[in-house]
């Protein structure tokens, strides 16, 4: 109906009217002004809402109107203008409320506001153009529009800085024009058509079409922020926060990547634009600019200047989808689109509402903030975690788009630069949520707006939770039909014909719930701003009620397999016989602490922050036991990791931030290599889960570097000897009963992620099992000899718990060398990891205990030491006769099998180096009332460890074992030979060498230094130098302008003037006789 | 043979007769009908073109050899109306202009004679199809434009006036020599009998060279542009805004009219690119030097010299596609109703400020917010941002050079687009600063100069969208050729 | 070589010589001299023009030339008002270079 | 040196517009040389305009059109003058003659002021018939008032007067509204209703003439108004 046609234009008139209407009022109309605002905005809601369900029901929108001979003024609304369009209107919406908060007493409010909606109309223009001539009309209508924003506040900086971007954006009109118009000569006015209207010309057009499309991509790129034509961005970061907001995370920068967007797929053509061979270079310009950026925001100290160079590297993460011309790339590259606006508005209103509730403008001032805004940096650590790409946030679904389209189009090398951009992310993200969590503030903060009861103005505060909500459930509703990704794919399927990987089946029951999902998720962050006072007691004394309730299921449910569809990626979790048993361990190994705690940390300042972590992480660790997919286990793996970092910073102390970078730094770099493994692994079999991935994954081309992956990935958690150096100095300096569970079961994830991953018992990797063999070996020797030289108890542990790991190891390795004997060692290897997790977590326990109750903690702890070296009769002797048994039947060579006995012995002078550390050194353990809990859950501890072997019947096999004379004398020489040595060595601990806690991380510090010295010569390298515009700025031109001065003054008398005419008579006459 | 041909020319020179019997009592009432029923015939006129397409008109009833004949067609017809509606507007505009700047009354008593004499010039030089004529309507319209400049009496603006009128008047003399020839030669002055008779001669290349010389005189092309800063900048707002819009289009409208009937099959491209080096020049010259300027309106003028270097870029384009006139045409007009708004927001400054400095605009004065906005709109048309006249031409003149492979003229565009960028941006970058001002004066700017000027800046920047009906007007009569 | 080209050629020279006036000189007042030497010199042309081959010159001609004679006139009365005007305000402010 | 420099530069320029008048005679050489056929045409039709002298014909008839631009033109030189004018103290310039100069001023006044009349008259009468017309005869009119205004029988007024205005306006206004008017007598613009063409063209060319002459005056005087009282102010 006629409906149809005039739907685009009154989209673009909408906000175009309001924006002339708003010109007319006075600033001091604000209810007037308000009320037009806000209709403008939601009567766009809902006609967009309309237009979304229209495209679906495949209808066609145009608008058409004729306007140079040839040439029409197209808007047309498909569904790739759409998903720009809804996300400009959101955010508009979100926006335009921030701002009237933001602006509240400034000067020239009508201006701004008309502007505004005059750019959001443009930015609507841009979305619906039809063809190359109204998108070049709407990309300049932008930057007129968006130059008052810039230069809103007046100041002589801001000034400064319009007139940079101004310049920046004029000039990018100019390609702009010249290649559209030569374009248009070549084929005349075309619309946007599904794959391209340039592949029908002959071929002594492509050089032309080459510079053409250069010229185009070089005008768009400087809106993108391309490296060489990004100079404006940081620049233009003088403008007010709303406007950098929605200029820099939505319209100005998106204007010029949807436009490229258009150009690569709607004007060219793909596989036109491969066979022009001019993919690569897009390429390459693509990965510059990510790496680029990111290396810029590392240096930057003013947060907005930093989101600015970040904003730049993100938006090239759509460029580089664009230019891999890939079905995987182009959805991750849409999608970004839209996350990546979700989740830099939310920093910018959090940057907005520090400057503006706080006067913050620079990240150093930023300590201590989490404290005193709450809610604000609660979405902004969302959005960073987002942009860094870690799993439940938009980001992720992105990087993992990005990645399989990377596999899927073989450039191998653009993953090195997905993942140094990352990893870049963190190092300059993660400082800023660690000054705002976890440091003190340094005295306290200008207060800007009156106090009020919440952290500042409603209007401020609402829209950056709305967007991080928004952003946090795309990101964890992956597969929700109405989220971006469903309209992509569509997109994708309908408009270029790509065949579709992972077909949405659409029905009601997923549509819905992502609405309820947002509300929930919405109403549980108001709910948490509103109690925020008595959370810390709820969260506090919830947190073992909670692991009991886990506790409970391993042990009374059956299995079960639960599938959650719209989560994730299709989430699965279920319990089964093989991950049962260590369900139950983790469970009551978290409780224990958790209990521990009550009275451990009940006196301990950021209480609230602590009992955050400490839940998260529990959860981190039982999800990677019961999840089933993939992206689910990287998921729970990632929380994890970033979880147990907030425990081991928990007390601020300069140690600890140092051993939380080096745990960071080495975890990410792990995390990232087993995602890399899994994009590998799901790029080629195209199967998310796990078990029928552990089956085939030797199977897969290229899967040396893939195990390699694996290895390397989940041996820094488990602590192989390189990998090992965050362990000794992340688990000590963490509170007791986190680094009681850190080295307990945390530490075992490594080895879990081994046991579901590696074809244990199906096929036969002989490289691989010498390899775990010989590893496991020689870091259990190497981590004992070097736990003898340390002082601090806590370390010693630490120690031992790498050198045991290394024993199990050797477990793994012996698996894979004799499949046929994977059930038997998998259950001595289970039996081994209990055994360790619940010895060496009560003997941490037992360190944190009071020292006024000396009496009873040195002789439990000489207990458990006993029983961790493997004393006869106790479970550590059943386990290691258990192992050496398995070494027999799997023929390992003979002095292996004599090493592995010789572990006891150095096990056992490990337990008494730290022994004596304990009687010597007494701990400044907290004085506070009653140790009660710690006595319970430490006894608890103990009696499971010592009563476990006998209840648990395994079979009956190895007690049988244990209990012949052979076996308890073979358990019993090496301990009384240790204890003789260590008696006799340790008494003078003088002249044991001194051996730096982190051993090897002198290697790694030496890695970063060299990084950080590459990164500070980047930072100044000539590009930054040459400003686009030196040559145009007018100073210059004024300095050149002395020598025409003279010309001028000349030119100005007659005898010039009448001179011309008589050369030009003669000229023009004289002409005619050439002709 | 209906008289409507000739009302545009009588009624505009019947008000200015009766304004100048009135002297004194000229008062809005009397402007407002003069005003009204000048625009009002040119409109009747058009309302009749466009019914009954091109008109001839014998004057006096004689025939095309002996008497002469006035000839409407599309291209004098939307000349006609795109005049008149600036001249309606910046009557309105000057009424309450010399009220807030208190002028002389002896100021006014001449000026809304000029202007109405002024008018009438302008619509009997689209009219005429005879080329004496055209002689003497080009002496109407310097010796009107002259006195107006002079109104300003300061020594600068008489000095700059007499400068003015000894150019002009030599370029009308040349062009009578041309006349002369074009006479002796082929015995006839109508337009229509010559573009039948005139061949290839030694006497048709010189009565062309000396014409085109006379009409680049008068327009102010490159070498003679020198006369026009002084003149429009000394010369009161509203004046300077006629001439800069408008009285220098009269001879660019004779060239363009002869270079399509006359001089049609004897013109060589040497002349056409002579002609167009000569624009590229003027638009790099005359942008570069409106950079330095720190006085706004010799920015302005500046900048009309570097316009008319655009318009001069289409010769050597129309040389063998001579639709592309329709879009010179369609650029001019646009530049004078940009122009004109940016003279009268200049008026709007002059009227706060005694003298127009660039630099003392630093603090945005509270009156002057509205101009600001109307400075921008127009600045836009002369950027050449998108929808706007001048980017219109600015598009066309890629396109035909991209197509007719002449890549010169290109790269003069994208200096010249980036240089008026810079000088626009240079006022512009004014409107935001800070600074406060406390001004209790009642504010001298009226609600009607402000309507004025913005009517005049919107139409310049939306003339992109009706520029396909403005194709079809300049088609009646197919001045072009088919 | 009729006699009246004769006159055409006069015409021509007064022409130059009016044109070269105006370009040379550097007082107001030999400008307004040049133009009215321009002003004559085309006039001179066109009545030779008008008048050959022994009829009595073409009456077209003579209408042309009348108009433009008084033309001329009022152009050369405005130039000297406006000189006039320029020595009224004196040579107080600095001498304008022409 | 700079003197050297400039004899060169005038030199060049010399040779430069010889140059010009070279070409210029060589066009003008090319001229074809019978009449052409369209003054052939005006010399026979000129009994239709009712006025004998060709020329005359041409001027109102024909060329009519031009005619009114032209006496346009003079109009609003008059008004250019009246605006730009001078200052009050330099309406008595030097070259005045004194009041009582008896020899000269009075009886000059007395004897040519009735010729230069009777002579403007019959210019004006003459020009239907002979070379003539109302330029002419305006001319001898403004020679009368600036003959008037020397010997101080005339005074230079600032002051508007309504008089002056409608006597500056008088002749293009008539010119146009008879010219106007003729339209609806089903005539073309500027064409006279044959019987009374004589009538109206006199009355035309009176107008012109008596406007003309106070334009003269006005131009020279630069005054607003002239009157023959001695004003104070």
């Known amino acids: 109906m006629i409906w149809d046609q005039y739907l685009p234009l009154i989209m673009f008139l909408i906000s175009f009217v309001v924006g002339l209407l708003i010109f007319c009022i006075s600033d001091s109309q604000h209810r007037l002004r308000i009320f037009l605002n806000l209709i403008g905005a939601i009567s766009k809601l809902f006609l967009i809402a309309y237009m979304f369900w229209g495209v679906y029901q495949e209808h066609h929108y145009e608008y058409r109107l004729p306007v140079f001979p040839g040439i029409d003024f197209v808007l047309a609304a498909d569904s790739l203008s759409l998903l720009f369009m809804g996300l400009s209107i959101l955010l508009w919406l979100l926006t335009t409320i921030y701002a009237i908060g933001y602006l509240e007493h400034s000067p020239h409010q009508s201006r701004f506001f008309a502007f505004f909606s005059l750019c959001v109309s443009s930015t609507m223009g841009i979305a619906m153009a039809g063809n190359l001539f109204t998108l070049f009309l709407f990309y300049e209508l932008l930057t007129i529009s968006t130059y008052p924003l810039v230069v809103h506040r007046g100041t002589e900086k801001a000034l400064e800085g319009g007139m940079t971007y101004i310049k920046y954006a004029l000039t990018a009109g100019i390609p702009c024009l010249i290649g559209i118009v030569w374009l248009h000569t070549l084929t005349g006015d075309r619309s946007f058509h599904e794959t391209g209207y340039l592949s029908s010309l002959g071929e002594e057009h492509y050089t032309a079409l080459r510079i053409i499309f250069c010229l185009l991509v070089a005008g768009f790129g400087v809106k993108a922020a391309i490296v060489p034509l990004h100079g404006w961005l940081a620049k233009a970061m003088v403008a007010p926060a709303p406007v950098s907001a929605l200029l820099h995370a939505v319209a100005v920068v998106k204007a010029g990547a949807f436009a490229l967007i258009r150009l690569v797929y709607d004007v060219y053509g793909v596989s036109f634009l491969q066979n022009l061979g001019l993919d690569f270079p897009l390429l390459c310009l693509a990965s510059l600019t990510i790496i680029y950026g990111s290396i810029c925001a590392l240096r930057q100290n003013d947060l907005k200047k930093c989101l600015a160079f970040s904003t730049v590297s993100q938006v090239s993460y759509i460029i580089l989808g664009i230019s891999l011309f890939g079905t995987l790339s182009t959805i991750g590259g849409v999608v970004h689109l839209v996350h990546q606006g979700l989740m830099k508005i939310t920093m910018f209103f959090g940057a907005g509402n520090l400057a503006e509730t706080l006067g913050i403008h620079k990240i150093d001032e930023m300590d201590g903030v989490g404290r005193r805004m709450p809610g604000t940096m609660i979405a902004f650590s969302v959005a960073a975690l987002g942009m860094i790409g870690l799993p439940p946030m938009a980001g992720f679904v992105t990087k993992w788009y990005l990645g399989l389209g990377v596999l899927e189009s073989g450039s191998y090398w653009v993953i090195a630069v997905l993942l140094s951009s990352s990893f870049l992310n963190c190092a300059y993200f993660l400082p800023i949520l660690y000054r705002a969590w976890f440091k003190k503030a340094q005295g306290d903060f200008e207060e800007k707006k009156e106090a009020s009861v919440w952290e500042t103005s409603p209007a401020l505060l609402f829209p950056p939770i709305a967007t991080a909500t928004l952003a946090f459930s795309v990101g964890f509703m992956v597969y929700s039909s109405v989220g971006p990704l469903a309209w992509i794919k569509m997109l994708a399927n309908r408009e270029y014909g790509y065949f579709m990987v992972y077909p949405i089946p659409y029905n009601l029951t997923l549509s819905n719930n992502i609405g309820n999902f947002i509300l929930f998720v919405f109403v549980l962050s108001t709910l948490l701003l509103l109690l925020r006072k008595f959370l810390d007691k709820v969260l506090f004394f919830a947190l073992p009620f909670v692991c009991s309730f886990f506790l409970y299921l391993g042990i009374f449910q059956n299995d079960f397999f639960l599938d959650f569809p719209q989560y994730l990626f299709g989430l699965k979790i279920a319990i089964n016989p093989s991950n049962r048993i260590f369900v139950i361990l983790i469970s009551i190994l978290w409780t224990a602490s958790a209990f521990y705690s009550y009275s451990y940390m009940s006196h301990t300042p950021n209480r609230l922050r602590y009992s955050f972590c400490f839940l998260l992480s529990f959860l981190g660790n039982l999800g990677i036991v019961l999840v089933e997919d993939i992206p689910g286990f990287y998921f729970c793996y990632v929380l994890m990791t970033f979880a147990a970092y907030g425990l081991i910073v928990h007390d601020g102390t300069k140690p600890s931030q140092k051993a939380g970078i080096v745990y960071l730094v080495l975890s990410i770099l792990g995390e990232s290599m087993i995602l890399v493994g899994f994009l590998w692994v799901v790029s080629y079999t195209q199967v998310m889960e796990i078990a029928q991935i552990s089956s085939i994954i030797h199977t897969l081309p290229g899967h040396e570097i893939l195990l390699g992956l694996f290895v390397v990935g989940f041996g820094i958690k488990m602590g192989f000897v390189p990998l090992h150096v965050w362990l000794p100095l992340a688990h000590p300096c963490a509170p007791t009963p986190a680094s009681a569970v850190l080295s307990g079961s945390i530490i075992k994830a490594g080895m879990f992620g081994f046991l579901r991953f590696l074809p244990l018992g199906i096929a036969e990797l002989p490289v691989l099992g010498t390899v775990f063999v010989f590893w496991g070996l020689g870091t259990c020797f190497y981590a004992a000899l070097v736990g003898c030289t340390q002082e601090k108890p806590k370390t010693i542990l630490a120690y031992s718990s790498i050198s045991q790991m290394g024993l199990a190891a050797m477990a793994l390795g012996m698996i894979l060398l004799k499949p046929e004997l994977s059930v038997f060692i998998q259950t001595a290897l289970a039996f081994f990891l209990v055994h360790h997790a619940l010895v060496k977590s009560s003997l941490f326990l037992g360190v944190g205990m009071p020292s006024s109750a000396k009496k009873i903690v040195l002789p439990g702890l000489a207990l458990s030491a006993l029983m961790l070296a493997g004393f006869p009769m106790t479970s550590g002797a059943f386990g290691k006769t258990f192992l050496k048994n398995c070494a027999v039947e799997a023929q390992v060579s003979s002095w292996t099998i004599f090493f592995m006995g010789i572990t006891s012995f150095t096990t056992t002078l490990l337990m008494s180096r730290f022994l004596l550390q304990i009687k010597e050194k007494q701990p400044v353990s907290h004085e506070h009332s009653s140790a009660l809990w710690q006595f319970i859950s430490w006894g608890f501890l103990i009696i499971s460890s010592l009563l476990f072997p006998y209840c648990f019947a395994f079979d009956g096999h190895p007690l049988k074992l244990a209990f012949s004379a052979k076996a308890i004398f073979s358990s019993l020489w090496p301990v009384l030979a240790g204890a003789f040595l260590a008696w006799f060595f340790l008494r003078f601990p003088k002249k044991l060498p001194k051996i730096p806690e982190g051993d090897l991380l002198y290697i790694w510090e030496a890695f970063a230094h060299v990084f950080f010295k590459i990164v500070k010569k980047i930072e100044y390298h000539p590009v930054k130098k040459w400003t686009l515009f030196s040559m145009v700025s007018s100073e210059t031109l004024s300095k050149y302008s002395q020598i025409p001065l003279s010309l001028e003054a000349r030119l100005q008398s007659f005898s010039i003037a009448i001179g011309f005419v008589v050369f030009l008579f003669l000229g023009l006459f004289f002409s005619f006789f050439f002709y | ?482 | 070589m009729n006699p009246n080209m004769l006159y055409v050629m006069a015409g021509i020279v007064v022409l130059c010589i009016g044109l070269e006036g105006i370009l040379t000189s550097k007082v107001w007042i030999k400008k307004i001299l040049g133009l009215n030497l321009l002003g004559t010199g085309v006039f001179l042309v066109l009545i030779a023009f008008g008048k050959r081959s022994g009829q009595e010159c073409d009456p077209i001609m003579q209408s042309l030339v009348l108009t433009g004679i008084v033309i001329s006139v009022s152009v050369t009365a405005l130039a000297l008002a406006l000189l006039q005007k320029i020595v009224s305000f004196g040579s107080d402010s600095k001498e304008e270079k022409t | 040196m700079t003197n050297e420099r400039n004899i060169a530069t005038k030199i060049i320029v010399k040779f430069m517009f010889f140059l010009m008048a070279l070409t210029l005679v060589g066009i003008a050489w090319t001229a074809p040389a019978e009449n052409s056929y369209i003054s052939q045409a005006a010399t026979h039709r000129v009994k239709e305009a009712g006025v004998e002298s060709p020329v005359t014909a041409v001027l109102i008839h024909f060329r009519g059109y031009d005619t009114l631009l032209e006496v346009t033109v003079m109009f609003l030189v008059a008004i250019g003058a009246m605006a730009v004018g001078t200052s009050k103290e330099d309406h008595q310039p030097s070259l005045l003659i004194a009041p009582d100069e008896k020899l000269l001023a009075k009886p000059m006044i007395r004897i040519l002021l009735p010729v230069m009349l009777t002579v403007s008259i019959y210019y004006l009468w003459a020009g239907a018939k002979k070379a003539g017309g109302a330029f002419q005869a305006g001319t001898i009119l403004g020679a009368m008032g600036i003959m008037l205004f020397l010997a101080q029988k005339l005074y230079a007024r600032e002051k508007e007067s309504v008089l002056w205005r409608i006597l500056l306006v008088s002749g293009p206004f008539t010119f146009l509204t008879v010219s106007f008017i003729s339209i609806f007598f089903d005539n073309a613009f500027l064409e006279y209703p044959q019987s009374i063409n004589s009538q109206l063209i006199f009355i035309i060319e009176t107008m012109v003439k008596i406007s003309t002459g106070a334009i003269f005056c006005i131009l020279f005087t630069r005054a607003r108004s002239l009157s023959f009282l001695e004003k104070t102010q």
């Open chain 2, 1 to 482: 043979m209906s008289h409507s041909m000739i009302f545009p020319v009588v009624v505009p020179l019947f008000s200015a007769f009766f304004i100048f019997a009135l002297g004194n009592k000229v008062n809005l009432l009397f402007l407002l009908f003069f005003s009204l029923s000048s625009l009002g015939s040119v409109l009747f006129l058009l309302q009749n073109t466009l019914s009954s397409g091109p008109l001839k008109y014998h004057i006096a009833g004689w025939g095309a050899p002996l008497g002469i004949d006035l000839y409407n067609d599309g291209l004098s017809m939307v000349w006609m109306v795109g005049t008149s509606v600036i001249f309606f507007l910046i009557l309105l505009y000057s009424h309450s202009y010399w009220k807030s700047k208190e002028y002389p009354q002896k100021i006014k008593n001449a000026f809304y004679p000029l202007v109405f004499a002024l008018w009438s010039g302008m619509n009997a030089l689209f009219l005429s199809s005879d080329i004496f004529n055209l002689y003497v309507t080009l002496e109407v319209l310097t010796l009107t434009a002259v006195p107006m400049v002079a109104l300003s009496n300061k020594k600068a603006a008489v000095l700059a006036s007499l400068r003015y009128l000894i150019i002009a008047v030599t370029g009308s003399l040349l062009y009578l020599l041309g006349v002369a020839f074009l006479y002796v030669g082929w015995g006839t002055l109508d337009i229509s009998l010559l573009t039948k008779l005139v061949t290839p001669s030694p006497l048709s290349w010189g009565a062309l060279a000396l014409m085109t010389i006379g009409l680049i005189a008068k327009t102010a092309l490159f070498p003679f542009y020198f006369w026009l800063p002084p003149a429009h900048s000394q010369a009161p707002s509203p004046v300077s805004a006629i001439l800069s819009a408008l009285v220098i289009k009269g001879p660019y409208y004779i060239l363009i009219r002869f270079w399509n009937t006359i001089f049609l099959n004897i013109q060589n491209p040497m002349i056409d690119y002579l002609l167009g080096f000569l624009g590229a020049i003027a638009i790099l010259w005359g942008a570069f030097q409106a950079l330095r300027q720190d006085r706004l309106k010799l920015l302005i003028a500046y900048s009309t010299v570097a316009q008319i270097g655009y318009l001069f870029l289409f010769f050597p384009l129309a040389i063998n596609n001579r639709n592309i006139w329709e879009i010179a045409i369609v650029f001019a007009l646009a530049h004078a109703f940009a122009k004109s708004a940016l003279f009268l927001v200049a008026g709007n400054i002059l009227c706060l400020y005694e003298k127009d400095t660039i630099s003392q605009l630093e603090g945005s004065h509270p009156y002057l917010g509205p101009s600001f906005f109307i400075f921008g709109l127009a600045g836009l048309s002369i950027m050449g941002i998108p929808f706007s006249g001048g980017f219109v031409g600015k598009w066309n003149i890629l396109y035909t050079a991209i197509t007719t492979q002449q890549i010169g003229w290109i790269l003069v565009v994208i200096l010249g687009s980036l240089l008026s960028y810079a000088y626009i941006l240079k006022i512009i970058k004014y409107s935001f600063s800070q600074k406060q001002w406390q001004e209790k004066k009642k504010n001298p700017i009226t609600f009607s100069m402000n309507f004025t000027a913005l009517l005049l800046a919107s139409i310049s920047f939306i003339m992109g969208f009706f520029f396909l009906s403005i194709i079809h007007l300049i088609s009646i009569g197919s001045p072009f050729g088919e």
